[in-house]
T-cell receptor
Framework: AQSVTQLDSQVPVFEEAPVELRCNYS??????LFWYVQYPNQGLQLLLKYLSGSTLVKGINGFEAEFNKSQTSFHLRKPSVHISDTAEYFC????????????FGTGTRLQVTL | DTGVSQNPRHKITKRGQNVTFRCDPISEHNRLYWYRQTLGQGPEFLTYFQNEAQLEKSRLLSDRFSAERPKGSFSTLEIQRTEQGDSAMYLCASSQDRGSYNEQFFGPGTRLTVL
């Protein structure tokens, strides 16, 4: 079984400041790692994913994340946030086998203000 | 292709009533998933289909819940004798089986409120 811990339920940040959203996971098997964004009253949109290879992955909207196997972390970063980045962000894991279900963290609310 | 669609977007019902939600996946996606998201939580897996076969069910899916995908295209999720604890956002996702990695595309969700 897998589990995901998002350490911060809310992260307030000023526009143009950098941000890091933390994610730690636990799994006894190999996993794929994901970050999703959810805007109000909308479904989930994939920001980026780690499948294999380079531990630094880049996604949409200027976000990037780094996979750290020894620390079982997959923190999300953006060097300069915009008001439009205000949303809920979910970290998720999935077994690398053909089983497909995603296991999500509880989410981090990113609130960007002027 | 307009993506995954779900209907209705919102449903308000009284406790004890039955409700049914529909999900239309991206065409030609053979996998379809249902998740439930309660307030302040991340989505939790309920069940998934490959074509018309229901291959996995979470223990969250009590006897009052039933999901179908009769022709391997759209899917329905029915909740019988709704309870206030069923209030949540029900998300549907679909993917195309391409080996070990299959990106799941999510619909906008159906928000259920049980009074």
């Amino acid at each position: 079984a897998q589990s995901v811990t998002q350490l911060d339920s809310q992260v307030p940040v000023f526009e143009e400041a950098p941000v890091e959203l933390r994610c730690n996971y636990s799994s006894s098997v190999s996993v794929y790692l994901f970050w999703y964004v959810q805007y109000p009253n909308q479904g989930l949109q994939l920001l980026l994913k780690y499948l294999s290879g380079s531990t630094l992955v880049k996604g949409i909207n200027g976000f990037e994340a780094e996979f750290n196997k020894s620390q079982t972390s997959f923190h999300l970063r953006k060097p300069s946030v915009h008001i439009s980045d205000t949303a809920e962000y979910f970290c998720a894991v999935r077994h690398t086998g053909t089983a497909s279900k995603l296991t999500f963290g509880t989410g981090t609310r990113l609130q960007v203000t002027l | 292709d307009t993506g995954v669609s779900q209907n209705p977007r919102h449903k308000i019902t009284k406790r004890g009533q039955n409700v049914t939600f529909r999900c239309d996946p991206i065409s030609e996606h053979n996998r379809l998933y249902w998740y439930r998201q309660t307030l302040g939580q991340g989505p939790e897996f309920l069940t998934y289909f490959q074509n018309e076969a229901q291959l996995e069910k979470s223990r969250l899916l009590s006897d009052r819940f039933s999901a179908e995908r009769p022709k391997g295209s759209f899917s329905t999720l029915e909740i019988q004798r709704t309870e206030q604890g069923d209030s949540a956002m029900y998300l549907c996702a679909s993917s195309q089986d391409r080996g070990s990695y299959n990106e799941q595309f999510f619909g906008p969700g159906t928000r259920l409120t049980v009074l």
